[in-house]
């Protein structure tokens, strides 16, 4: 079951957009080391360290907006941002060294690619030489040019990974909308080979009809027949294909959910009886599998699924879960209610099973069908070996 920290922490949940410059302004508190120096009397002149101060922290802003907004902008703000705070930090010493860390975190956040280590190796040995210069010897300088250096390797790893994660975010709905895609053009191939000769046929001989109305009214009644046979095929025809009854069948359409949730980066559990469902009963399962996948693979936002396929209580029961967030509306109720869901109860019902669709408020979501076992033609001895 989905818990609420699962959702709190799933990186890919609707909405969640990551880091912003907003949440790296805090850093800009660092600032507080000098403006304690400058309020303690040890910053001399003072005209020139409050200018330092305040422009040390105006441009780790500006840099820190630029870094989201507008990425070529953020060098030279991060430039000009470096020269203030080492000079300020040459000249004044003591809590000055806090705005090196400052410094760090602005190019972690603005800088990528090779570069971003060799600066921050820059830095260290800045920070380094700027607390020997200023007395500290090595032990007490060892922990500021540890927090430079990770000051900023850290953000500039999370913004990274936040990148990746939103790309791979982008395929997953892209992968989603390809499956669904390909479904419709399988189901209009399917309607085309149905219809299309059948039709054909039926024009022909109602052409016949016209013509021998007037000349030998029992060919044109026999023809009249015909057309009325094959238009009652090509109906039942159109029916099976509509209810799934012309479908891949069970076997496949699993082995196509199992593509297909691999395809979407959905980890997929398939358990599935050695019992065989009669014909109807077989694409009436698969299409439920079907339904189902597509189900998870567009809306649930889940990392695993789950499709289960047992016998018990005289039934042949067929589970679909996944583990995604908690959703407001359970797809296939009220104003969700889609036609593949809707027609998959219908015809559910009319072989006197059961279908039950929900969404447990913890997250997740469950698709469950239920046929009779009396429908089900169990494998013989060979098969099952």
Known sequence: MTTERDIWLDPLREGERGPDAKGLFIWVLLTAGPVWDIAHGRSHPLWLAWPAAVAAAGLYLLTAHHAFADRRRALPSLGLLAAVVLAATAGFGDNWLYLVVMLATATGIAVQGRVLPLLLLAECAAALLLAVRGGAGLTDAAPLVWGTFTAGLIPAIIIRLWAAIHELKATR???ARTAVTEERLRFSRD???????TLSVMVVKAEAVRRLTRVDAEAATAQAADIERIGREALAEVRAAVTGYRGRGLSAELDAARAVLADAGIGAVVRTCPVRAAPEIDALLGWAVRE???????????????IDLAEGGGRLLLEIRDDGPAREKTPGHGNEHGNGLTGLRERVRAVGGSLEIAAPPGGGF???????????VPYDKEEQA
């Open 191 to 197: 309607l085309h080979d149905l219809l299309g000769h």
């Open 366 to 376: 469950l698709l469950r069908v239920a046929v009779p076992y009396d429908k089900l």
């Open 292 to 306: 189902g996948v597509t189900n998870v693979v567009r809306h649930s936002g889940a990392a695993a699924c789950d």
């Open 173 to 175: 709905e892209e992968l």
